[in-house]
Nanobody
Framework: QVQLVESGGGLVQPGGSLRLSCAPS?????VGWFRQAPGKEREFVAA????????DYADSVKGRFTISEDTVKNTVYLQMNSLKPEDTAIYSC?????????????????WGQGTQVTVSS
C-alpha cells in the first residue's frame, strides 16, 4: 500500500504560478499527476520515473509544467507556470503504474485525495 498526500493548491490569477507537492508513504518506480475539471473526465498531466530521469507531459501543459522528484525528501513536485483558466481542476497525485499505460488513469494503483487549483482573475 502507498498513501499519497498532496498540498499546494489554491487560487491564482492567469499567468501566475503554483507548485504542488505529493508525499508518497514509500517510493515507487513511477509517479504521476492527473487532473479533473468539472464535468470532464480525469486526464493525464505528467509522469516521472527512474527518480526523475524520465518524464512525460500532456501536450496541453508541455513547456509550462515541470514534474520533479526530491529523492531525499521523497516528495514529488508539479511546478505550474503560465497558468490558464483552463488549467482549473482538481489535481491528484498517483503512484505505481505500468510504463506501457501510464497516461491512462485506470492503470494507476494508488491515488491521493486531490487538491483544487483555480485559475481566475
Amino acid at each position: 500500500q502507498v498513501q499519497l498526500v498532496e498540498s499546494g493548491g489554491g487560487l491564482v490569477q492567469p499567468g501566475g504560478s503554483l507548485r504542488l507537492s505529493c508525499a508518497p508513504s514509500r517510493r515507487t518506480f513511477i509517479v504521476g499527476w492527473f487532473r479533473q475539471a468539472p464535468g470532464k473526465e480525469r486526464e493525464f498531466v505528467a509522469a516521472s520515473w527512474r527518480s526523475g530521469h524520465n518524464t512525460d507531459y500532456a501536450d496541453s501543459v508541455k513547456g509550462r509544467f515541470t514534474i520533479s522528484e526530491d529523492t531525499v525528501k521523497n516528495t514529488v513536485y508539479l511546478q505550474m507556470n503560465s497558468l490558464k483558466p483552463e488549467d482549473t481542476a482538481i489535481y491528484s497525485c498517483a503512484a505505481d503504474a505500468p510504463l506501457s499505460g501510464y497516461t491512462d488513469d485506470r492503470t494507476w494503483n494508488y491515488w491521493g485525495q486531490g487538491t483544487q487549483v483555480t485559475v481566475s482573475s
